[in-house]
Structures are given as structure tokens and as C-alpha cells.
């Protein structure tokens, strides 16, 4: 895949290669396209989540709840 850039974008793809450590610029688009594949899962999972049906709250005892049934399996 080739990609055309103008020079202003370019340049800003060359200045954030050179200063954020990538070694070409296809790792940086790379990098850039893993993120926003991050990105678009995470907004899915959210929207997933805020048309569920509301459960029991989230506090303290919902995380001691959890922490108790990871320790049993880990033990097992």
C-alpha cells in the first residue's frame, strides 16, 4: 500500500517518526492504525455496556467478591 501525503503532513509524519522513536514511517501508521482499532473496540464496548441492563452496584464489595473468586481459582 502507497500513501500520498502533502508535504504539510508529511513533514509532520517525518517530525514525530524522528522524535517519538518510530524507525520509519510505516511504523508509525502502523502504530497509529493499532490505536485507533483500540480505540473504535473500546467505543463499541462502551456503547455495549450503557445499553445493558442495569446490574448491582460497583463498590467495594463487588471488587472483594472478585479478588475471592480469582484467589480460589489460582489456588485450585
Avoid: C, H, W
Avoid at 502533502?6 to 517518526?17: A, I, R, Y
Avoid at 456503547?47 to 463487588?62: C, D, I
Amino acid at each position: 500500500m502507497n500513501i500520498s501525503l502533502p508535504d504539510g503532513l508529511k513533514e509532520f509524519v517525518d517530525t514525530q517518526v524522528g522524535s517519538r522513536g518510530f524507525g520509519t514511517s510505516s511504523e508509525y501508521v502502523r502504530e497509529l492504525i493499532r490505536k485507533d482499532q483500540d480505540r473504535q473496540q473500546l467505543r463499541g464496548l462502551l456503547l455495549a455496556g450503557a445499553q445493558s441492563a442495569p446490574t448491582a452496584p460497583v463498590n467495594a464489595a463487588y471488587f472483594d467478591s472478585l479478588r475471592k473468586r480469582i484467589s480460589g481459582k489460582k489456588s485450585k
